[in-house]
């Protein structure tokens, strides 16, 4: 089945530590998106990739970094420079870069930081 | 630049009543406006799309949206809600331009027996 996968579901991080979060593929999708969802305030956007090697910044970009070497996958690392990192992570999918069609999210990965 | 705007923060409704869930949005192009749907602790899943084509949108499970241009409005109903249809409702616009999307804050929906 095609789709987009997340991993892991759930992650904990001690303060200081850089911590990478996983997401794949397999829809053939050229752009790829990166979003923190915190309770009561949507979906913030972080980073967006609409083809390989090369990404843009978001609305929320510091503290994080992401790479784009293949058109599957788009890895995001939230580094100590992440103020803020509890949050729920979700990644997007999209045919096509123009945003006139649908985005298709993976299951999402919580972070925690301890 | 462009907004949405989601009008209550939780709407309650009881099993069978209608179901009306507010977004108005801004935009400085042609708008492409979505709703999405989120279960906890998952992603989110597409209801329904409007592109430029009918004004009117059907969507999955029964759910529709009517763009109005004039009221920049995209409103999602649903005739009779079922206790299903509890989770939590994402209104988003599209700049086309840069190829991304802005999300609202959301909408969630209890449904009462």
């Known amino acids: 089945d095609g789709g987009i996968t997340q991993s892991p579901k759930y992650l904990f991080r001690k303060e200081g530590q850089n911590v990478t979060l996983s997401c794949e593929q397999n829809?053939?999708?050229?752009?790829m998106y990166w979003y923190r969802q915190d309770p009561g305030q949507g979906l913030r956007l972080i980073y967006y990739?609409?083809?390989?090697?090369?990404?843009q910044k978001g609305d929320i970009a510091e503290g994080y970094s992401v790479s784009r070497e293949k058109k599957e996958s788009f890895p995001l690392t939230v580094t100590s420079a992440q103020k803020n990192p509890t949050a729920f992570y979700l990644c997007?999918?999209?045919?096509?870069?123009?945003?006139?069609?649908?985005?298709?999210f993976g299951p999402g990965t919580r972070l925690t930081v301890l | 630049a462009q907004s949405v705007t989601q009008l209550g923060s939780h709407v309650s409704v009881s099993e069978g009543a209608l179901v009306l869930l507010r977004c108005n949005y801004s935009?400085?192009?042609?708008?492409?406006l979505f709703w999405y749907v989120q279960y906890p602790n998952q992603g989110l899943q597409l209801l329904l799309k409007?592109?430029?084509?009918?004004?009117l949108v059907k969507g999955i499970n029964g759910f529709e949206a009517e763009f109005k241009k004039s009221e920049t409005s995209f409103h999602l109903t649903k005739p009779s809600a079922h206790m299903s249809d509890a989770a939590e409702y994402f209104c988003a616009v599209t700049d086309t331009n840069a190829g991304k999307s802005t999300f609202g804050d959301g909408t969630t929906l209890t449904v009462k027996p």
């Open positions: 409007y592109t430029s084509a009918a004004t």
């Open positions: 997007a999918s999209q045919s096509g870069a123009s945003g006139r069609r649908e985005q298709f």
């Open positions: 990739s609409q083809i390989v090697n090369d990404f």
């Open positions: 829809l053939n999708h050229d752009a």
């Open positions: 935009s400085s192009v042609p708008p492409y």
